[in-house]
């Protein structure tokens, strides 16, 4: 099984601190995702990456980036926290090929106060 | 650009009955996949059945089908013999043009509540 860890379930951070969500996958996978949800407007797209050292900006980047060192890890950054990005955050991979689900982390829930 | 709508927020089901969800997309590929997920109040997002379009017959894995009408584009999901433990949000996903490896666009999801 595809096993997608995501660092924290719940985290609360102060508005203005730069805060770091991790995500590792064990399957080799290329793609990965950052996506965010909120209550009546689903999943949107942050960013996502390819390839190691490759991103791509998604629906809502803006007060967010992301780094991609290593093949199983990607993480998502926020440079200056605001309240507005309290929200569960998901993270997700799949293999290249168009039938290829995405496998999801179990998301962290983070609070900016 | 594609888009996904799912135009029910809520819905209700007895134990042991079918419930379809539903699920419109557009896009102007002709080649694309669309894919239903369940997130439980824990969280996690759990893959339930894909269908391509160029798939002939409707996809099914156990209690759940896919009725996949191409010309009207939908693609409704039907959870059959409802259990308490479908209690959950639903998400309808398609990534359209494969070859071009793009993510999968969400729609907003319907919340089903299974009474007993």
């Known amino acids: 099984d595809v096993k997608v860890t995501q660092s924290s379930r719940y985290l609360v951070k102060r508005t203005g601190e730069k805060v770091f969500l991790e995500c590792v996958q064990d399957?080799?996978?290329?793609?990965m995702f950052w996506y965010r949800q909120d209550p009546g407007l689903g999943l949107r797209l942050i960013y996502f990456?390819?390839?190691?050292?490759?991103?791509e900006k998604g629906d809502i980047p803006e007060g967010y980036s992301v780094s991609r060192e290593k093949k199983e890890r990607f993480s998502l950054i926020l440079e200056s926290a605001s309240t507005n990005q309290t929200s569960m955050y998901l993270c997700?991979?799949?293999?290249?090929?168009?039938?290829?689900?995405?496998?999801f982390g179990d998301g962290t829930r983070l609070s900016i106060l | 650009a594609q888009k996904i709508t799912q135009t029910q927020p809520g819905m209700f089901v007895q134990e042991k009955e079918a419930v379809t969800l539903d699920c419109t997309y557009d896009?102007?590929?002709?080649?694309?996949?669309l894919f239903w997920y369940k997130q439980p109040s824990s969280g996690e997002m759990i893959f339930l059945i894909y269908?391509?379009?160029?798939?002939?017959q409707n996809a099914t894995e156990g209690r759940y089908s896919l009725n996949f009408q191409k010309a009207r584009k939908s693609a409704n999901l039907v959870i059959s013999a409802s259990q308490l433990g479908d209690s959950a949000m639903y998400f309808c996903?398609?990534?359209?043009?494969?070859?071009?490896?793009?993510?999968?666009?969400f729609g907003k999801g319907t919340r089903l509540s299974v009474i007993a």
């Open positions: 997700a991979t799949n293999p290249r090929g168009g039938n290829q689900p995405q496998h």
């Open positions: 399957m080799d996978h290329e793609n």
């Open positions: 990456s390819y390839d190691v050292k490759m991103k």
């Open positions: 896009t102007s590929d002709q080649s694309y996949g």
């Open positions: 269908q391509g379009s160029y798939d002939e």
């Open positions: 996903a398609m990534r359209d043009a494969p070859w071009r490896n793009t993510p999968l666009v």
